[in-house]
């Protein structure tokens, strides 16, 4: 069974710090990786895909590494700011089941000015 | 393009109701998947839909239950509700069962 574990489950930096947010599974047979933003009380944003196949995705100041072999994912936030705070999730999906991505219980980042 | 639409997103039901929560996908989107998230439990998987059939599953009692229509609009319903189905469902879209696009969620708090 699928484990996903996301450490620190709390973080706060000052603005302007890089943020480094964690998350590792137990099964490498996984299809993808997900992460994903939470404001309170909101839904989830999307903020990278990383494929199986693929060690890293970037996207502006957002980097995703995956190393599926040691079942570890980093998101890295460079040059982090107060509207970086949130709930940041990461998920993944196994190649044997459809639509259905397992989750950590999430990062909570608050950056403060 | 709009994202994914759900209705209503606040509801208030008495214990031994049932109810429906409804999800637009995004446009062109075949595949709904639908989630629980509550302080204790996060975020779990409840079913999905692709082409009005449900391809997958999670570990929830029979009251959950959900449809997907011919134009992929996806409907969940909880019967007999219990105060710990309390909680904020979210529906996700894609076009490949890959990545997920979420929806606001629908707050739901059985009293």
């Known amino acids: 069974k699928q484990e996903v574990t996301q450490i620190p489950a709390a973080l706060s930096v000052p603005e302007g710090e890089n943020l480094v947010l964690n998350c590792s599974f137990t099964?490498?047979?996984?299809?993808?990786l997900q992460w994903f933003r939470q404001d309170p009380g909101k839904g989830l944003t999307s903020l990278l895909l990383?494929?199986?196949?693929?060690r890293e995705q970037t996207s502006g100041r957002l980097n995703a590494s995956l190393d599926k072999s040691s079942g570890r994912s980093t998101l890295y936030i460079a040059a982090s700011q107060p509207g970086d705070s949130a709930t940041y999730l990461c998920?993944?999906?196994?190649?044997?089941?459809?639509?259905?991505?397992?989750f950590g219980a999430g990062t909570q980042v608050v950056v403060t000015p | 393009k709009a994202g994914v639409t759900q209705t209503p997103r606040y509801l208030i039901k008495t214990r031994g109701q049932q109810v429906t929560l409804s999800c637009s996908p995004i446009?062109?989107?075949?595949?709904v998947s639908w989630y629980q998230q509550t302080p204790g439990q996060g975020l779990q998987f409840l079913f999905e839909?692709?082409?009005?059939?449900?391809?997958n599953k999670g570990n929830f009692p029979g009251r959950f239950s959900g449809r997907q229509f011919s134009n992929s609009r996806s409907e969940m319903n909880v019967s007999t509700l219990e105060l710990g189905d309390s909680a904020l469902y979210l529906c996700?879209?894609?076009?490949?069962?890959?990545?997920?696009?979420f929806g606001p969620g629908t707050r739901l708090t059985v009293t």
């Open positions: 839909y692709f082409s009005e059939t449900q391809r």
């Open positions: 990383i494929q199986s196949s693929q």
């Open positions: 099964d490498s047979a996984i299809y993808n």
């Open positions: 998920a993944v999906g196994a190649t044997d089941s459809w639509g259905k991505l397992q």
């Open positions: 996700a879209s894609s076009s490949n069962s890959y990545e997920q696009y």
């Open positions: 446009s062109g989107h075949r595949s």
